[in-house]
């Protein structure tokens, strides 16, 4: 690591105290660590909503702070110690790099989020585990883009786009680039993945609690393996034949909810029954955010979400909307579907005929119904098996990112 983070909390009422001790030889103190990260990384709202003005959110804030400080000192030295072993590695590195903790920190936010409301009070304990959760979230991403043969995110080049743009540079061009690409999609997500690792191995924690963590994320690995081969063999049969809910269980809600969750809760030292109880609201955060992505994948405003609305369509994506669309169509309905949806050159105006279908067949309300059950069942389980603060805190995250709109 560039850096040594030495945080302490207070419980609440308290203050956090934090210095950031280089280890580049400088020697040199950053008093107040959150402080300095906050005015390095700019604005980042926070989708926490009105828990925001709770004990328990300002703690997080702080929390996440130091995830990014982290997260940069991480990756700065990963590149110094690639530059020892080739240049080409280095680049990789860093067209990983520019991927990590682009977003909203949403998976770092879960683990010191669960943490802290369970009595943990070392932010230096939890701010590598909570940074591994975000790369491991990269790593995710990174072979999800090669699987979908994406070259951009975020409208922005991903690791494949920036390593075909790289090679373009040196006159290296169309199929003589493909392989190089894709070898740079694969290597840059196993990356990650071994770095995500490597972060909680780095946890100034007990070796017992850190491979407890490192088996939660293990299996996280695995499960979402089967979610997306459960995804991609399924776009070999009919639209109706893949169980969309489990495919965003495996995908989405283990790694990106359960995972982060438990992993802060191990850290605290919660009790097994506890931990069962982020499970359950983690399963069903994640399928209520997985349902109102897809939404926005169709309905939403890219200005609003810079999500475009007619990738998942020209893609002919599996989702639960698309499946309750072509089970609730008529005959008419569903000849729309059966020619647009998939069409790479779908247009605009294709999409709003689609778009048609999903509102008159009824398949957008239904879909919005699940997700309004999924919502229900995630603040229910929280306020009923966690303490007030966190499942407070838990339910504003549940309402500010997968709420029931519309």
């Known amino acids: 690591m560039l850096s040594m983070l030495s945080i302490s909390l207070e419980p609440w009422g308290g203050r956090v105290r934090s210095a950031r001790t280089r280890a580049d030889g400088s020697g040199g ?15 980042h709202p926070d989708p926490a909503g009105p828990a925001r003005a709770d004990g328990l959110a300002v703690h997080v804030e702080d929390g996440l702070a130091a995830v990014r400080l982290l997260l940069v000192d991480d990756a700065a030295a990963r590149r110094a110690r690639a530059r020892e072993l080739a240049a080409e590695h280095a680049a990789l590195w860093r067209a990983v790099g520019e ?15 669960a943490y802290l409301g369970l009595g943990g009070t070392d932010l230096a304990a939890v701010a590598p585990v909570a940074a591994a959760q975000e790369v ?3 790593a995710m991403l990174v072979h999800d883009d090669v699987l979908d043969h994406d070259e951009t995110r975020r409208g922005r080049p991903n690791v494949t786009g920036t390593v075909r743009r790289r090679l373009a540079a ?33 946890a100034p924690v007990p070796a017992a609690t850190a491979l407890r963590v490192v088996r939660s994320m293990a299996r996280a ?3 979402t393996v089967a979610g997306e081969l459960l995804d991609v063999t399924g776009a070999l049969h009919g639209p109706t034949s893949v169980d969309a809910l489990r495919v965003a269980e495996l995908k989405t809600s283990v790694y990106s909810c359960c995972t982060p969750l438990s992993a802060g809760a191990v850290l605290a030292g919660a009790d097994e029954a506890v931990c069962g109880v982020l499970d359950r609201f983690g399963t069903a955060f994640g399928i209520a955010f997985q349902l109102l992505d897809d939404e926005l994948g169709v309905f939403g405003d890219p200005a609003v979400t810079g999500k475009s609305v007619l990738s998942d369509l020209r893609e002919g994506k599996r989702t639960e909307l698309l499946r309750l669309a072509y089970l609730r169509a008529d005959g008419a309905q569903r000849a ?31 879909a919005r119904l699940v997700r309004a059950d999924a919502v229900r069942t995630a603040r229910t389980t929280a306020r009923e098996g966690l303490p007030d603060e966190l499942a407070g805190y838990l339910t504003g995250l549940v309402d500010a990112t997968a709420g029931v709109a519309g």
């Open 136 to 138: 491991l979230h990269t």
């Open 29 to 43: 103190l950053v008093a107040d660590a959150p402080a300095r990260a906050r005015a390095d990384t700019g604005h």
């Open 221 to 223: 690995v695995d499960m």
């Open 336 to 366: 729309v579907l059966d020619a647009l949806v998939g069409r790479p050159d779908l247009s605009e105006d294709d999409a709003a005929r689609v778009r048609a279908v999903m509102e008159d067949s009824g398949a957008l309300h239904e």
């Open 170 to 202: 040196r006159g290296v061009e169309g199929p003589a680039a493909d392989g190089p690409v894709l070898a740079a999609g694969l290597l840059g997500g196993d990356l990650a993945i071994a770095a995500a690792f490597d972060l909680v191995a780095s």
């Open 99 to 113: 991927q990590v903790g682009g977003g909203r920190l949403m998976r770092p936010r879960l683990t010191v989020a």
